[in-house]
């Protein structure tokens, strides 16, 4: 069974830094495309940022909204995904889900996790 | 990037009848690589659709999209209560992107 659990959120002041993680289990982690996907309060989905697995070197894409705040990274040993997040502002406050492609090199979101909640606030 | 824009906003339907809902690309979308998805309060979205026409393992069959290029739609013949959620159109051909939503709620 696919497993992604998502943890690391919790209150942030503006400006401030958090770091979340994602462990996954139940398929061949480093093959895959791991993303992060978020939803504000009320809001609708919206793509934050993919690392590609590792038949395609593990490149890194991000969202116009979080680029050059966001550095997404991966660990195959522990099959992890982390998301560190920099400067953060009012508008990051989401639910982050960690999701997987459904096919290498890449393919929809198959899988997701539960979330967690990342709250930035004064 | 590409922007997807759903239509309409909100879909005000009886079970039974059938569902139309729409997505446009700001630019054709490589290789059809455009997803719908279900999100229900409290629970993660479900994949339904990929490759703009194919049905996830599992998925009932009244659910079927279709479309190329710019113009995608879902369809959901013959409503089920379960059906009720907020749909997304998502591509993810180049830098991934979500459309807005639909929410599909009950008449």
Not at chain 1, 3 to 11: D, K, M, P, Y
Not at chain 1, 73 to 83: E, F, H, M
Not at chain 2, 54 to 76: E, H
């Amino acid at each position: 069974e696919v497993v992604l659990l998502e943890s690391g959120g919790g209150l942030v002041h503006p400006g401030g830094s958090l770091r979340l993680s994602c462990t996954a289990s139940g398929f061949t982690f480093s093959d895959y495309p791991i993303n992060w996907v978020r939803q504000a309060p009320g809001k609708g989905l919206e793509y934050v940022s993919t690392i590609s697995g590792s038949t395609t070197g593990g490149q890194r894409a991000y969202a116009e909204s979080v680029r050059g705040r966001f550095t997404v990274s991966r660990d195959d040993s522990k099959n992890t995904v982390s998301l560190q997040m920099y400067n953060l502002r009012d508008e990051d406050t989401a639910l982050y889900y960690c999701v997987k492609d459904m096919f290498v090199p890449w393919g929809a979101f198959d899988m997701w996790g539960q979330g967690t909640m990342v709250t930035v606030s004064s | 990037e590409i922007v997807l824009t759903q239509s309409p906003g909100t879909l005000s339907l009886s079970p039974g009848e059938r569902a139309t809902l729409s997505c446009r690309a700001s630019q054709s979308v490589s290789d059809n690589s455009l997803a719908w998805y279900q999100h229900k309060p409290g629970q993660a979205p479900r994949l339904l659709i990929y490759s703009a026409s194919i049905r996830t393992t599992g998925i009932p069959d009244r659910f079927s999209g279709s479309g190329s290029g710019t113009d995608f739609t879902l369809t959901i013949s013959g409503l089920e209560p379960e059906d009720f959620a907020v749909y997304y159109c998502q591509q993810y051909g180049g830098l991934r992107s979500f459309g807005q939503g639909t929410k599909l709620e009950i008449k």
